[in-house]
């Protein structure tokens, strides 16, 4: 039997393949990829890959290769990459599935170069995340691998930093001197850095699910996905009462309450307190998050009653000044108590 939950992510399909058509677009000559990892930023990898496979996306990016185990048989065409490379305890799944490592490190090379299947290559230019050096290259550590894409990944392509030009610079001095058929190192804020960052292939994430990296964006992408809760209780506080633990909220006049099914637990986190909203401003938080609910003030609509859906505001800028979380935050702290629903098109 299926349990319809009071709470729901309700996911704009139609949304999440104009944010990639753009961004595809804004790539110029490049192949668009999505970085899908994470369960495609929360909002379910299989359906992403699946929604945008269809719309002509061919590179798909992971974390792990348990990521890659989950997502399944890949839709025709496409390819997937796993960005944390290979360990030796990956090395049964990795001969089976039909995923490329992202080579990090030496010892991942060596691993690696055994099987003589391709694979990518991530370079560190300046992040020192993860990646080989340029000098490994200079070095010939990767003349015995057949790889696909050689890769490396700005550090602060969301700001105007002189790091990105850097980076950039660093990384073309590698053109021909891989087996690679292509280099990729622009994410969703790197392709809005300019078309030169565009390289062979981009490799956007949050901008596909409605985030803005840069203000480039603004107006371009859309919201993806639109958190809803149900009306538990709704009641009335009289003047000087308080809603919630701690008692932080205190009514200055009577005030209507209504009592959500939504709460930290859901991702819906405390940093919302006294700041977040639903209903497009109209119905301000009131008082703490607690773990499963939160109390809103309702004045505004007589006729909100319980059973009723409420829209809790979650464009991704707006909701991430409220809360001083960031656009990728808020997207993948959301729980599994959700149920997630592709809005039919
Ligand atoms: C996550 C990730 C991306 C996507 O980044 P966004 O900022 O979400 O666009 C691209 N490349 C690599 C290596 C990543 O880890």
Request: with cysteine; hydrophobic share 40%.
């Amino acid at each position: 039997m299926t349990a319809f939950r009071p709470l729901r992510l309700l996911l704009d399909g139609d949304a999440l393949v104009a944010n990639w058509r753009w961004l595809a677009g804004q790539s110029g000559p490049a192949a668009c990829g999505a970085a899908v990892k994470a369960d495609g930023y929360g909002l379910g990898a299989v359906e992403v890959v699946r929604r945008l496979a269809n719309a002509g996306c061919r590179d798909f990016f992971v974390a792990t290769w348990a990521e890659a185990e989950e997502l399944g048989p890949l839709p025709e065409g496409t390819t997937l990459s796993v960005l944390h490379g290979v360990r030796d305890e990956d090395m049964a799944l990795a001969r089976v599935l039909e995923a490329r490592p992202v080579l990090n490190t030496v010892q991942q090379v060596n691993r690696w170069q055994a099987t003589g299947r391709p694979c990518d290559v991530m370079i560190d230019t300046g992040m020192n995340r993860l990646g080989l050096s340029v000098q490994h290259v200079a070095d010939g550590r990767l003349a015995d691998l057949t790889i696909d894409t050689l890769m490396s990944h700005f550090a602060c392509a969301d700001e105007d930093s002189p790091l990105n030009d850097r980076q950039l610079q660093d990384f073309v001095t590698l053109a021909g001197k891989t087996s690679a058929r292509r280099m990729s190192i622009a994410n969703s804020a790197g392709i809005l850095l300019g078309p030169q960052n565009c390289l062979g292939l981009t490799r956007p994430g949050l901008a596909l699910y409605g985030g803005e990296p840069r203000p480039e964006a603004r107006g371009h992408i859309v919201q993806v996905a639109f958190p809803q809760a149900q009306i538990v209780q709704r009641r009335r506080v009289a003047r000087g009462d308080s809603v919630g633990y701690g008692a932080t909220f205190v009514a200055t006049q009577d005030t209507e309450i209504a009592i959500l099914n939504i709460g930290y637990a859901d991702g819906y986190l405390r940093s919302f307190g006294d700041s977040g909203s639903c209903g497009e401003g109209r119905f301000p938080v009131a008082g703490r998050v607690s773990m499963d609910l939160l109390a809103i003030a309702v004045d505004a609509q007589p006729d909100l009653h319980e059973g009723d859906w409420v829209a809790i505001d979650y464009d991704l800028p707006t909701a991430a000044r409220a809360s001083g979380l960031s656009q990728y935050e808020l997207l993948t702290v959301l729980g599994r108590r959700f149920d997630r629903i592709w809005r039919q098109s």
